[in-house]
């Protein structure tokens, strides 16, 4: 679990810096609107997922999700590997868009659960698959 949580802050801290990326949620991430209550509950680190919203939509997130080459397209937490899922078109694709907006779900989410991978070589994934888009 130390590696999933090393793993996500490493990637949170990536995608707030990248101008590409509309949003992103992670407790571990200072800014975060869980941060003070993370760092007091979980002081050895929070979880392995982050969300976070791609700018460009519905269409740049399908795209994201197209380009990725070591993050499994998958529902799982704590995997060994990575797995990363665009609920949009997954977990919630039979709900219309206000549906979707009822149930919290942006065209734009992209739920990113990493695994014990290499951080460097997580962030070049997004970074590649962002720069595909």
Known sequence: MKK?????????K????????AWVTYPGLEGDKYYDLASKYMPN???????????????AAESFMKNLKIAAIETHVADAR?????PANATHRQMNDDELAAAGISPDLIRFSCGI??????????KQALDNI
């Open 14 to 21: 990536f995608l707030k810096n990248d101008d590409r990326i």
């Open 4 to 12: 999933h949580c090393e793993n996500g802050l490493a990637v949170a």
């Open 45 to 59: 680190g929070t979880c392995g997922v982050v969300s976070f919203g791609v700018k460009g939509g519905r269409k």
């Open 82 to 86: 990575t797995c990363c899922l665009h």
């Open 117 to 126: 991978e290499d951080a460097e070589d997580l962030i070049a994934d997004i």
